[in-house]
């Protein structure tokens, strides 16, 4: 029988909390030994449904479940996967968003096996504290967590997420360790959270405005600052798809042969293909006139053979982020114009550090070819049952991407693992 969950300090040097656990993992006992917790399937008895309506639930056995599921399932195939208008007869529900469909065993073999189904991944309980982010963090990014690098960075803006209050003991760990040496906080969201009230900063915001906010925060960046000194521009120029020619379609205007998006060499006066060697500088703003090809989402093609009127991605940025300014976004999400400048203000200036350690080996400082001004916006806002987290990241050094490949950044050097269980001690 399992007594108690305590933290493990054997793990101090090799996990981001250093040992310690967060204090849900202490209910997990008590969840596990419950007396109503459900031991098996349960099926409705009470076919009305409603808020005073009694569902009956009767516990019946897995066979029993299995059958009634594998019955249903035969008179939807044999009545067609799909209904007049086209869409899946079958709908599955996983309710733990935070289990990616690969930790599922043969399941998902059975549903690739099965056709067309309208596949819906919940929120539901479990024993992961942030659900939704585990999966898409593993979808977009290749990692278990997605987490700011906060003991490095100068300066949060925290979009709603309420880390003091739900970031685990790692989040709040970090988050003091970085207090401690001087870093700012500032919280934007319509009420005053337990993260709120430890910031520098509380910004209110208009609920669902967020997007506002940020539009107009980066045109701050981009027009009412020096680019040059403000933006990662050799990361730009080399790490992103803002140098790639956009064609007067809207698509990338692509090498007619190898079909690779082109570039504008502005050392040599030409279009080459992003991926060529011996590109003397990638041009990141301007327009230019070249040859090559578009591609449409649904394969459509148009060839500009002759040459056609192109410009870069970040030069299409620019324009299309230049109405998006501080009082307009102040009309939208009820914040001062002079808030919303100030807070990107602050964040500029902020956004350095001076080098990265990978594996206990400090790399050359971030200057030069690879500045490393990591910056973060975080957003969260909770739907039902979950929270729904967008991550956007910033000037991010490719070094970093050494230490973030297994998923996880720790404050620290990495360093051999200690001798002894690397978990949480279970007491039985």
């Known amino acids: 029988m399992v007594r108690s969950v305590e933290p493990n300090p054997a793990c ?10 967060c204090v849900k993992a202490f209910g997990l006992v008590q969840k596990m030994y419950n007396p109503d917790r459900i031991r098996g399937p349960l099926i409705r008895t009470n076919p009305p449904k409603g808020r005073d309506e009694d569902p009956q639930w009767r516990e019946i056995t897995w066979d029993e479940a299995i059958t009634i599921l594998a019955e249903r399932m035969k008179q939807v195939r044999q009545g067609g996967l799909l209904d007049s208008e086209g869409y899946p007869k079958l709908a599955v529900i996983m309710g733990q968003a935070a289990s990616p469909a690969a930790y599922a065993g043969t399941l998902p073999a059975f549903f690739s096996a099965w056709g067309p189904i309208d596949f819906t991944i919940g929120g539901g309980e479990g024993i992961k504290c942030y659900h939704s982010e585990h999966l898409f963090c593993e979808y977009w990014h290749r990692c278990f967590i997605g987490a700011g690098d906060t003991p490095r960075s100068e300066l949060v803006i925290s979009l709603g997420h309420n880390t003091n209050a739900s970031g685990g003991a790692a989040g ?27 910031s520098d900063e509380w910004i ?44 007067p379609n809207g698509f990338y205007l692509r090498d007619g042969q190898s079909r690779e998006p082109l570039v504008w060499d502005a050392s040599a006066g030409a279009a080459k293909p992003f991926n060529a060697l011996g590109i003397g500088e990638f041009a990141l703003e301007g327009e230019y006139q070249a040859a090559g090809i578009e591609i449409g989402a649904d394969g459509q093609e148009w060839r500009h053979d002759q040459g056609v009127a192109c410009k870069t991605g970040f030069q299409a940025m620019l324009e299309f982020m230049k109405p998006y300014t501080p009082e307009w976004a102040a009309a939208i999400c009820d914040v001062p114009a002079a808030t919303i400048r100030r807070a990107r203000r602050q964040k500029t200036p902020a956004a350095a550090v001076s080098g990265v350690l990978v594996t206990g080996c400090a790399l050359p400082s971030c200057t030069g070819c690879c500045p490393g001004r990591p910056a973060k916006e975080r957003a969260c806002r909770r739907g039902p049952g979950s929270p729904r987290p967008c991550h956007r990241r910033r000037r991010r050094p490719p ?13 620290r050097p990495l360093s051999p693992r200690p001798a002894g269980p690397h978990r949480p001690h279970i007491r039985s």
């Open 172 to 198: 709040v760990l970090r988050h003091a360790t970085a207090r401690r040496r001087g870093y700012k906080r500032i919280q934007v969201e319509p009420h005053l959270s337990v993260s709120a009230t430890t």
């Open 399 to 411: 070094e970093r991407k050494i230490v973030a490949g297994r998923g996880r950044r720790n404050p």
């Open 12 to 21: 101090r040097d090799i996990s981001p909390a250093e040992g310690k656990i």
């Open 204 to 247: 209110p915001i208009k609920v669902k405005t967020d997007s506002a906010f940020l539009y107009a925060l980066i045109h701050v960046l981009l027009h009412e600052h020096d680019r040059a000194r403000s933006l990662d521009v050799p990361f730009l120029q080399k790490r992103t798809a803002s140098p790639y020619l956009v064609g």
